[in-house]
């Protein structure tokens, strides 16, 4: 076992800091923030990330990548989540989306939609959730039936981050009525400016800009945008999935806030003169968050050495996605105990602790242990495929 | 970065754990907790005879040469057999403490005794009247022109029955500490073994005017501490490492009884409330084990390790405590009795989250280390 970064991935993050420190604007906060500028900002960033190939690095050099190691596309993982993700949707594409069609896409398929992802210039969602298929998504009902010459897509899905910007649409519908649940999918590439295709933001806690219905009426899609076999569309999901969990790098936000949060604790008084920081209750719950942050970034880095190892299993990333999405839970609740009644005040009200970002965080992390497959789904793989218990 | 097991660490963990599935079983660990000195002896024996207890020693002076990361995979087997050995107590402790003091012809001697013999060297370090190993001393150093002489009492000196020699902390009549290499056999030295929950057989060892010669004194004041810091930390990783192994005994026996046990008419390991406690222990270890072999390398490499320690041993105590209960309630009744197995594992599971700093202690040390 080896605990340390290789010496050009370290000096990348340096590069890749000073990089960001020029470009990110002083009004950035982050990804889902009610703001209408984040998504043109992001589309231009990644341009910028494309022009350095330092996007898709990790691809093939065919599909738009510099075959760059797993470590420094590790470095970028971590980067980007720490500051808010300015890579918006496109940390989807390079993750899985990307290599979904490299497994799966047709020659043409690949020429047509890889090399627009490496340039940075497209955005891609996730058509997966529906109003009755969340953790049982095999359960989903949208339709694709045939036509003239063409798919008729009629459905609804729900929880699509990001379908507001999006120009593509990576959707998982049924083409055909089989004998279980699970057979009779199609994964579809669909394009988002298709006629029939209705978008509606939800309100959610997290502003307006996180969630969405996407609605499908008739909306024709060519053959041509079927990814993989007809009707085994769960495996198409299924094989890149456990990528998804790993892919954006929960901890390395975990970092940024336990550092802020030790700042704040050592500089701030509490009534009796005294640093919050030697109060016991504050000494333990940053020691602890400090530990699980270690156990958190090591359970990702474990997915990633046995995937270059060549070595992947399933449950690796569920042990890691439970975990860090937990620590993250964990955090915005010892971090708002830390700062106190104010800790209610939103970012931008001059008198709140941190300028919110403890409250902003808090509002964030509810969605994680429900986002990218359950955590009550991750702990029946955990179980099941890991420790063999039945179904 | 690369968190796999290296080629010497798969080797090290196939090796032990067909040795030890060879050699110990379920009843002889029964046998061995009865037994008077409460050790596998042969097995350590026979591990000295491999080559194992010495892995981490430097190879001139006939170890392995190996580190602590190494030696981690191993304890982590031993931990799965429940198995009773000085690992912790000589190849962590003794073994790191005698490096970590100024060499003299004595602590050669030890670490050659160490290296060829499979002798147990075990630290006595927490004072009778103490409350960990870090506690002040009120056992007495006294160097006069007549002789050096140590008096008081140690608790918890593990193996000290098998030993051969202890290193005893102590305070001198000025209040400074010391580290004295005591000869087990030396006059004056009388031990009674503590009943105790865990696997480690542990005595309370009395000093009566125990004469040693004036070169055992093996360190004094911030040397000493500093030695014995050195020291702890090699064996709070090791111990972790260990009770890692008892976690994944206590997972196994609960996986393999959640998958038999039937009950309302289906196996209970198909219940989410079942299975996901399972799929928390499999999380927590996990997460152990990596900040133990982290930690464990951190050392290696020579790095200032404090925060990771303590903060390694923090998390372990916390969850191990959780998951200690979570095998007894998956198993019901039948995991409090005696006849099975599963309270071999979580009785060491739980005298480990005690020893070696328990939380209050290792939280203060890591809240120190992070500029609290």
Redesign the interface.
């Known amino acids: 076992?080896?605990?340390?970064?290789?010496a050009e991935?370290e000096q990348f993050r340096e590069e890749l800091r000073a990089f960001m420190d020029a470009e990110l604007p002083d009004w950035w906060k982050g990804l889902f923030h009610d703001d209408d500028r984040i998504y043109p900002f992001t589309r231009e960033f990644c341009m910028k990330l494309a022009e350095r190939d330092w996007l898709t690095m990790s691809w093939p050099v065919e599909h738009g990548g510099v075959d760059a190691d797993v470590?420094s596309q590790?470095v970028v993982r971590e980067e980007m989540w720490a500051a808010g993700e300015p890579r918006g949707p496109q940390y989807m594409s390079l993750n899985y989306i990307g290599p979904m069609l490299m497994e799966f896409g047709t020659a043409d398929q690949q020429e047509r939609f890889l090399k627009p992802m490496a340039a940075g210039e497209v955005m891609w969602c996730q058509g997966f959730s529906e109003p009755e298929a969340g953790s049982d998504l095999a359960a989903l009902s949208t339709r694709a039936t045939d036509a003239d010459g063409c798919f008729l897509v009629n459905g609804q899905k729900i929880w699509t981050s990001y379908a507001t910007a999006a120009d593509w649409c990576l959707l998982l519908c049924r083409t055909d009525l089989g004998e279980r649940k699970h057979q009779g999918l199609s994964m579809l590439l669909v394009d988002m400016n298709t006629p029939g295709i209705t978008v509606r933001p939800i309100d959610s806690m997290g502003g307006p800009q996180e969630f969405n219905e996407v609605f499908f009426d008739d909306v024709e899609v060519p053959y041509d945008c079927l990814l993989g076999p007809r009707g085994d569309g769960w495996r198409v999901a299924m094989s890149t999935l456990a990528h998804e969990r790993v892919g954006a790098a929960l901890h390395a936000r975990v970092k940024v806030l336990l550092d802020a949060l030790?700042e704040y604790?050592?500089t701030t008084k509490d009534e009796n003169g005294q640093p919050l920081?030697?109060r016991p209750s504050?000494?333990?719950g940053?020691?602890?968050l400090?530990?699980?942050y270690?156990?958190a970034r090591?359970?990702c880095?474990?997915v990633?050495?046995?995937m270059s190892?060549g070595?992947a299993n399933d449950?690796?990333p569920a042990?890691s996605k439970?975990?860090s999405s937990e620590l993250n839970i964990l955090i915005g609740n010892i971090g708002l105990d830390i700062v106190g009644a104010r800790g209610q005040l939103r970012t931008g009200d001059g008198l709140a602790p941190l300028d919110g970002l403890m409250n902003d965080h808090w509002v964030h992390s509810i969605p994680q242990p429900i986002a990218m497959g359950t955590n009550?789904i991750?702990?029946?793989i955990?179980?099941?495929r890991?420790?063999?218990?039945?179904? | 970065?690369?968190?796999?097991?290296?080629d010497t660490?798969e080797m090290i963990r196939d090796g032990a754990r067909r040795f030890l599935a060879d050699s110990l079983d379920p009843d002889s660990v029964r046998e061995v907790e009865a037994s008077a000195d409460g050790v596998n002896a042969e097995i350590w024996a026979q591990m000295a005879e491999l080559g194992w207890t010495t892995l981490a020693l430097p190879t001139d002076i006939g170890g392995g040469g190996a580190g602590l990361?190494d030696l981690c995979v191993l304890a982590e087997e031993l931990g799965r057999a429940a198995a009773s050995t000085p690992l912790v107590a000589t190849a962590g402790f003794a073994a790191t403490f005698l490096q970590a003091v100024e060499p003299t012809a004595v602590t050669r001697d030890l670490l050659s005794t160490l290296a060829t013999s499979g002798a147990v060297i075990t630290p006595a370090l927490i004072d009778a009247v103490g409350r960990d190993e870090r506690s002040a001393s009120s056992s007495v150093l006294f160097e006069t022109d007549a002789g050096t002489t140590i008096s008081g009492a140690k608790a918890m000196v593990p193996y000290a029955s098998v030993a051969r020699v202890l290193l005893v902390s102590l305070t001198t009549p000025d209040g400074e500490s010391a580290v004295v290499a005591v000869n087990r056999d030396a006059a004056g030295v009388r031990w009674t073994r503590h009943g105790a929950t865990g696997g480690d057989p542990l005595f309370h060892v009395e000093f009566d005017n125990v004469e040693v010669p004036a070169d055992s004194v093996l360190a004094r004041g911030r040397a000493a501490e500093r030695a014995i810091e050195a020291g702890l930390d090699a064996a709070t990783i090791l111990a972790t490492a260990e009770a890692v192994g008892c976690c994944e005994g206590m997972?196994r026996l609960a996986?393999e009884h959640?998958?038999s046990r039937q009950q309302f008419g289906k196996?209970i390991?198909?219940y989410?409330a079942v299975?996901?406690r399972?799929?928390?222990m499999?999380?927590n270890t996990?997460?152990?084990r990596?900040?133990a072999?982290?930690t464990a390398?951190?050392l290696d490499q020579g790095h200032d390790a404090r925060?990771?320690v303590?903060?390694?041993k923090?998390?372990a105590n916390?969850v191990i405590v959780d998951m200690v209960h979570a095998a007894h309630t998956v198993h019901g009744a039948i995991g409090y009795t005696t006849e099975y197995d599963l309270q071999l594992y979580t009785r060491r599971a739980r005298a480990f989250c005690l020893s070696h700093g328990d939380t209050d202690a290792q939280?203060?040390r890591?809240?120190v280390a992070?500029?609290?």
Do not use: K
Not at chain 1, 1 to 6: N, Q, V
Not at chain 1, 386 to 391: C, E, K, S, V
């Open positions: 076992m080896e605990f340390e970064f290789p991935a470590w590790m030790i604790a050592t920081a030697t504050v000494r333990s940053l020691v602890r400090q530990a699980r270690r156990a090591l359970l880095y474990r990633v050495s046995a190892a070595d449950v690796d042990v439970v975990f009550e991750q702990r029946n955990i179980s099941q890991g420790l063999g218990l039945p179904r | 970065m690369d968190l796999m097991l290296n660490q990361a997972i996986s959640a998958s196996v390991g198909s989410q299975s996901h399972l799929a928390d499999r999380i996990d997460a152990c990596l900040l072999a982290e390398w951190m925060l990771e303590a903060g390694t923090v998390f916390e939280t203060e890591a809240a992070l500029g609290l």
